[in-house]
T-cell receptor, first 108, second 117 residues
Framework: GQSLEQPSEVTAVEGAIVQINCTYQ??????LSWYQQHDGGAPTFLSY????GLEETGRFSSFLSRSDSYGYLLLQELQMKDSASYFC?????????FGKGTTLSVSS | GAVVSQHPSRVICKSGTSVKIECRSL??????MFWYRQFPKQSLMLMAT?????????EQGVEKDKFLINHASLTLSTLTVTSAHPEDSSFYIC?????????????FGPGTRLTVT
């Protein structure tokens, strides 16, 4: 089966940098995805890593180390609108198995 | 592009009744859609994989006779919660993807909040 661990909560101030870690155990690895979900809303895709290394998309970056079964999402220049839940996920076929989510609270 | 809609967005029903939730891919065809369930402040739990023209594949612990899934066309999957009980109250979200030529991105519907009284 698959399991993913990530911190439950993170707090930060506007303009800061935050890193959300994710460790996973999975039988057969096809990639690590990150999704953002605002309260009551739909998850939206942020980033995906299939290979080791860093992927950068604007203020967000994601890193993967397959040998360590570890990844992280890096959020820079935090804004109030970044307050949301962030989920790492691994693929099960084309479906996704999600971690428990990290609630990010950004204050001014 | 790649928009997924769900209907209804909210539904309240009485215990013992059945509720149907629709998931539509608006601008692409989806041979496979997925249904998730999410309790407040918790993760999305994969319930089942909906395959167009064939039976759904349910995750362990999900009652297939209670959560009926039908994927009758390339743009529509439905989830029917039969004989609903208060413990079925939850946020149900569908997704579709990846798009042809892609390998990973899922597109999620806005979710349906079900309350069973």
């Amino acid at each position: 089966g698959q399991s993913l661990e990530q911190p439950s909560e993170v707090t930060a101030v506007e303009g800061a940098i935050v890193q959300i870690n994710c460790t996973y155990q999975t039988s057969g690895f096809y990639g690590l995805s990150w999704y953002q979900q605002h309260d009551g809303g739909a998850p939206t895709f942020l980033s995906y890593n299939a290979l080791d290394g860093l992927e950068e998309t604007g203020r967000f970056s994601s890193f993967l180390s397959r040998s360590d079964s570890y990844g992280y999402l890096l959020l820079q220049e935090l804004q109030m609108k970044d307050s949301a839940s962030y989920f790492c996920a691994v693929s099960k076929g084309t479906a996704l198995i999600f971690g428990k989510g990290t609630t990010l609270s950004v204050s001014s | 592009g790649a928009v997924v809609s769900q209907h209804p967005s909210r539904v309240i029903c009485k215990s013992g009744t059945s509720v149907k939730i629709e998931c539509r891919s608006l601008d692409f065809q989806a041979t496979t859609m997925f249904w998730y369930r999410q309790f407040p402040k918790q993760s999305l739990m994969l319930m089942a994989t909906s395959n167009e023209g064939s039976k759904a594949t349910y995750e362990q612990g999900v009652e297939k006779d209670k959560f009926l899934i039908n994927h009758a066309s390339l743009t529509l999957s439905t989830l029917t919660v039969t004989s609903a009980h208060p413990e079925d109250s939850s946020f149900y979200i569908c997704s579709a993807g990846p798009l042809k030529g892609q390998t990973y991105e899922q597109y999620f519907g806005p979710g349906t909040r079900l309350t069973v009284t």
